[in-house]
C-alpha cells in the first residue's frame, strides 16, 4: 500500500543529543514537509522540500536540520541546538501544485520527549 | 504572516448537527482545506474548497467559504462518536510548486453518546 512512514513511533532523548526522525513515503510525491505540532498552536512548519537536493527553511527551522537524498526520503535531525524539542513531529508529502490540488499526506507522527 | 483562528473546543451530541469555524487573514488564499486528526495519529483531508466557491457538499460534510468576511466552516450532519476528533482548517496561496500550509490550532470535537 502506498503511504508515509515515520520511525521512531516514540523517542526519548537526553538533553544535548541530537537525533534523527525517519520519513519515507511511496507515494513518488516531488514535495515533503516537516511539521512540529504543541498543543493548542496546531501546526508549524520547520523544513520543506520540492525537489532532491533541494529544501527550504519553514517558520521555526532554528535547532533543526534536514537532506533529501532521495525523492523517498526526507529525515529530520533534531540538535541540541533546539531549545524546547519535546513535541509530536508530523511528516507529510503532495505533489506539486500546478500538477494537482496540493493535498498533503501524512504519517503517523513520531513523539519525541527531552529527559 | 498569515493566520488562521478555530476555537479550541466543541461539544455536541450524537445525532445533531456540528459547525466547526475558522476565521483566516490572508487574502490571496487559493485553496482552503479541512483535516481531521484522531488521537495520536497523522492527519487526514476531508476536504478541500477553492477559493472561487462558495460552497462544496460531500456526503455528510458542508463547506461553506465567505469569501469578503474570510470564512470557512465545517457542518458535520447526524454527527456520530467515531467523528470525536481535531478538525484544523488550513489554507495557501500558493499556485504551483510545494504547498506551504497554514494551519489553525484545531477545534477538538466531543460528541456526547
Known amino acids: 500500500d502506498g503511504g508515509i512512514t515515520q520511525s521512531p513511533k516514540y523517542l526519548f532523548r537526553k538533553e544535548g543529543q541530537n537525533v534523527t526522525l525517519s520519513c519515507e513515503q511511496n507515494?513518488?510525491?516531488?514535495?515533503m514537509y516537516w511539521y512540529r505540532q504543541d498543543p493548542g498552536q496546531g501546526l508549524r512548519l520547520i523544513y520543506y522540500s520540492q525537489i532532491v537536493n533541494d529544501f527550504q527553511k519553514g517558520d521555526i527551522a532554528e535547532g533543526y536540520s534536514v537532506s533529501r537524498e532521495k525523492k523517498e526520503s526526507f529525515p529530520l535531525t533534531v540538535t541540541s541546538a533546539q531549545k524546547n524539542p519535546t513535541a509530536f513531529y508530523l511528516c507529510?508529502?503532495?505533489?506539486?501544485?500546478?500538477?494537482?490540488?496540493?493535498?498533503?499526506?501524512f504519517g503517523e507522527g513520531s513523539r519525541l520527549t527531552v529527559l | 504572516g498569515e493566520d488562521v483562528e478555530q476555537s479550541l473546543f466543541l461539544s455536541v451530541r450524537e445525532g445533531d448537527s456540528s459547525v466547526i469555524n475558522c476565521t483566516y487573514t490572508d487574502s490571496s488564499s487559493t485553496y482552503l482545506y479541512w483535516y481531521k486528526q484522531e488521537p495520536g495519529a497523522g492527519l487526514q483531508l476531508l476536504t478541500y474548497?477553492?477559493?472561487?466557491?462558495d460552497m462544496k457538499q460531500d456526503q455528510r460534510l458542508t463547506v461553506l467559504l465567505n469569501k469578503k468576511d474570510k470564512h470557512l466552516s465545517l457542518r458535520i450532519a447526524d454527527t456520530q462518536t467515531g467523528d470525536s476528533a481535531i478538525y484544523f482548517c488550513?489554507?495557501?496561496?500558493?499556485?504551483?510548486?510545494?504547498?506551504?500550509?497554514?494551519f489553525g490550532t484545531g477545534t477538538r470535537l466531543t460528541v456526547i453518546p
Open positions: 507515494l513518488n510525491h516531488d514535495a
Open positions: 474548497i477553492f477559493s472561487n466557491m
Open positions: 507529510a508529502s503532495s505533489r506539486l501544485l500546478g500538477q494537482a490540488t496540493g493535498e498533503l499526506f
Open positions: 488550513a489554507e495557501t496561496e500558493d499556485q504551483t510548486g510545494a504547498n506551504n500550509l497554514f
